[in-house]
């Protein structure tokens, strides 16, 4: 510490103890003041607001609840974003009050569980102690409870989770056969999962987004104005399951050439072309060796190609067989997913339409093209018509990137803002219940 600190820290502290006999009124037992070593060179606390504590526990006047029993109280809030309030409460009684606290904005902030590996966060994030900002002293019950909220997703559809997870416990109590309390039971652990996975995803989707939303089945793109455009949409089939991801839309193809992936060419090409070799030329697919080179496919005996390694690339020509259709909409990630057009326009009249091999299927792809496109005044519906119709692929970069996010919701507002319960379709639930009912919170070392 440096000498020329010490005169002002030491009036600090003097400062700081005169005053203290008038907090203690309202002051958390337990909470102390920086001490001296924490001085830096300006004579300024180094340590961060958030973490300065008074090193002298104050009484408790008799009768008056204090900061710390209103922050503890206010845990039991989080029962009504879907999680148990025991073990943060256990956490404060070890002596953590402020750690369970910042624990459970951190978690309603962030969610419980790690999406990938659906562990617990055990570590509060710190950069949301300033949500105690002037109620750590005198803050009561509803100030430390309106403080976590804050912290929670403000997105529309939380709320409206966090309404229907209401409604379905006080409807639970009232049912009269236990048939009836059990399927109230798993709509309730439905929307605890739901209301996870929604604090899992970016606090903010963007000005204008869209939603892939796998167990709807559907695509929505939502406007700026919060007008929502709904499409029909067909995801991967259990065996290629589409990923939970978001990214930001980068441009547009019309009348895309389709580059079949190395996966797909030995999966699904390879006994295609084997069963029905003149499928090769009648479906517009053309062969090359891997150094580029134009393969003949009518030189090529199918039967006796190996699926690894496979020696060919495969590319399919724009028109109307093409896989992609007339359009794909391009976001590009590891997992190259993207939207697209397609030929098989029957499989959207099935309810369950998980098809393809991971990417995203649209119905009417060209108005979903054309909502991507509306802030690019060259690219109206007439112009992307007339792209359309050369045949030729024609590539549009966006002049300012699109959010998307692709998830997986299994319970979510519909159009009406009536709340839809979807089939789990890959199955996915019951591992983010497991692991939210397993979730332990263990205190900070040394509490």
Not at 8 to 33: D, I, K, M, N, T
Not at 145 to 172: K, M, V
Request: glycine share 6%.
């Amino acid at each position: 510490m440096s000498l020329r600190c010490l005169p002002l820290c030491l009036r600090r502290l003097a400062a700081g103890l005169v005053l203290l006999a008038a907090a203690c009124a309202h002051q958390p037992a337990g909470v102390s003041v920086a001490t001296l070593n924490d001085c830096d060179a300006s004579g300024a606390t180094a340590l961060p607001p958030e973490s300065v504590s008074l090193a002298v526990a104050c009484p408790v006047a008799p009768g008056a609840e204090t900061g710390a029993a209103a922050m503890r109280a206010a845990l039991s809030h989080v029962a009504a974003h879907g999680l148990d309030p025991a073990p943060y409460e256990a956490l404060a009684d070890a002596g953590g009050v402020r750690d369970a606290w910042l624990l459970a904005a951190t978690h309603l902030r962030h969610g419980v569980l790690d999406p990938d590996t659906l562990a617990p966060r055990t570590a509060p994030d710190l950069t949301l102690a300033p949500l105690l900002t002037g109620i750590a002293l005198t803050g009561d019950t509803d100030a430390f409870t309106a403080a976590l909220d804050r912290a929670a997703p403000t997105r529309s559809e939380y709320a409206a989770l966090r309404a229907e997870l209401s409604r379905q416990r006080a409807l639970s109590t009232l049912l009269p056969s236990p048939e009836d309390r059990a399927a109230a039971e798993t709509r309730i652990a439905t929307l605890r999962i739901n209301l996870e996975r929604l604090r899992w995803l970016p606090s903010d989707y963007g000005e204008r987004y869209v939603l892939a939303n796998i167990p709807a089945f559907e695509v929505s793109a939502v406007s700026a104005d919060g007008a929502v455009e709904r499409h029909s949409a067909i995801f991967g089939k259990l065996s290629t399951q589409t990923p939970e991801f978001s990214d930001q839309i980068e441009y547009v193809i019309f009348n895309p050439w389709w580059e079949v992936p190395p996966s797909i060419a030995r999966r699904d090409k390879l006994p295609q072309f084997r069963a029905s070799p003149g499928d090769v030329t009648r479906l517009g697919y053309r062969v090359y060796d891997h150094d580029g080179n134009a393969i003949d496919p009518s030189t090529i005996d199918w039967a006796t190609v190996p699926a690894s390694p496979f020696p060919y690339q495969i590319r399919q020509a724009p028109g109307a067989a093409n896989a992609l259709g007339q359009v794909k909409i391009m976001f590009p990630n590891p997992d190259n997913v993207y939207l697209h057009d397609t030929p098989e326009k029957a499989l959207f009249d099935k309810e369950v339409r998980a098809f393809s091999s991971g990417c995203i299927r649209v119905k009417d792809p060209l108005g979903l093209a054309e909502w991507v496109l509306n802030d690019m005044p060259d690219w109206d519906r007439t112009a992307i018509d007339a792209a359309v119709a050369t045949g030729k692929e024609t590539r549009v970069d966006l002049d300012t990137t699109i959010p998307v996010h692709v998830v997986y919701l299994t319970a979510s507002p519909g159009a009406d803002g009536e709340i839809v319960y979807s089939a789990d379709v890959y199955e996915r639930d019951a591992a983010v219940l497991d692991a939210l009912n397993a979730a332990a919170i263990a205190p900070p070392s040394g509490t």
